[in-house]
């Protein structure tokens, strides 16, 4: 396979192309929650995505074997999709996303305690400013919709760990592969959750079945999140993460755009506080990162001259 050159332009116009598509899948999953469990709606997605991109994965010949990372970021994706789309079920999608996108901060804290990673104090500071947002648009979200206002953070927290494994994961396989058996464990876990969840009387997990229309909806959402995650993966190809990441926020612009057209919902005041402190704790890592990356560049630059 030949290397895909760098181009952070074409990266930049996939990345908010992708950004756009994303939150779709958000708003195909709550007007299923009408009439299906959040467990059948997101191990439905799972396997639709799976048989979407097997004949990919055998045409490019990026077969590899199944190991425990796919098996555990797998069900870290499920239980993460199945926690955000219970809180869709209750919540607006600007307002579930907008607690959600304390994500990037919290995968920031992980990998500096599990890889490693530096964690100076300006990066600190600007995460727990994040998480200080994250609480002030939880706190109005929590009175009206209750614990489901929770279910974000679970989401977040959840993908972040998911992050962290296919960070190293990435450099081991190929990208549809990757994405495949991720697909594929997540699709068979939550199908036992469901299963367990369904005899239990457990309502996030009672065994649903799909109408017709509901089929159509649940294959375009496993449709989407094939084209959204290889189109990421293609942007990081072509331009640097740091370039990339801030990128991420533009979801909450065609998140609030669809909400307001497609159920009426816009987010209030203290909302739109809380996403603006959280977006820019976000993009003030980024930047950081991005700074020490090219001062550790101009080091080693050196240290080569000399």
Known sequence: MKPIPNTPQAGIAIMAAAMVVAP??????KLLT?????GAIAAGRFAAQSVILLPFVLLT?????????HLLAGMLLGIALLAIIEALKYMPIANALAIFFVEPLILTLMSAYILGEGLGWRRLLAVLGGLAGAL????????AFGPAAIYPL???FCFASYMLITRVMTQRGERIALQFWIGVFAALGLTVAVALGDRLAVPALALTWPSGDDLGLVVTIGLLAAISHQMIAHALARAEAGVLAPLQYLEII????????????????????????IVGAGVY????ERQLARAARSVARGDARG
């Not at 779709?24 to 999953?29: K, R």
């Not at 010949?61 to 990372?69: D, G, K, M, S, V």
């Open 24 to 29: 779709f899948m958000d708003m195909f999953a």
């Open 34 to 38: 009408d009439t299906m469990s959040a």
């Open 61 to 69: 010949r990026q077969w590899c074997r199944p190991a425990l990372a």
């Open 136 to 143: 002030i648009v939880i706190r109005p979200n929590w009175e």
């Open 154 to 156: 679970i989401t977040a």
């Open 254 to 277: 065609s998140a609030v755009m669809i909400g307001w057209f497609a159920f009426g919902d816009f987010p209030d005041r203290l909302t739109w506080i809380g996403t603006a402190i």
């Open 285 to 288: 890592v980024f930047h950081r």
